[in-house]
């Protein structure tokens, strides 16, 4: 059975640094693209936006313009953990943050939520002062 569990959100202030943690289970991160994505508050009914992604073969990072800059995607096969780092945060990154796990596929795009497989339940953060 496959598990990704989030860890390390919070309540910081803006200009804080927080690192988040998805640890996974019953899968093994290195044959997997990866993602995390984040839903706002207010808007549950809305796709999850796509805030960084790593692909699988070629190991290629992206990330959102908002977040470009700021945060940081990395993965430790290992330990089968991936982490977000993310530092000088805004009010406007308050969200659920997810991570997300995708078979290799033909035609997977890294911001299409429905293309990926497995998902974790989410970890909050906020900013505010």
């Known amino acids: 059975q496959v598990q990704l569990v989030e860890s390390g959100g919070g309540l910081v202030q803006p200009g804080d640094s927080l690192r988040l943690a998805c640890e996974a289970s019953?899968?093994?991160?290195?044959?997997?693209?990866l993602g995390w994505f984040r839903q706002s508050p207010g808007k549950e009914g809305k796709e999850r936006e796509l805030?960084?992604?790593?692909?699988?073969?070629?190991?290629?990072?992206l990330y959102a313009d908002s977040v470009q800059g700021r945060f940081t995607l990395s993965r430790d096969d290992a330990k089968n953990t991936m982490y977000l780092q993310m530092n000088n945060l805004k009010p406007e990154d308050t969200a659920d943050y997810y991570c997300?796990?995708?078979?290799?596929?033909?035609?997977?795009?890294?911001?299409?939520?429905?293309?990926?497989?497995?998902w974790g339940h989410g970890t909050q953060v906020t900013v505010s002062s």
């Open positions: 019953g899968l093994s991160f290195s044959t997997h693209a």
């Open positions: 805030t960084a992604a790593i692909s699988w073969n070629p190991l290629i990072t």
């Open positions: 997300a796990a995708a078979r290799p596929k033909g035609g997977w795009s890294a911001g299409r939520a429905e293309d990926y497989d497995y």
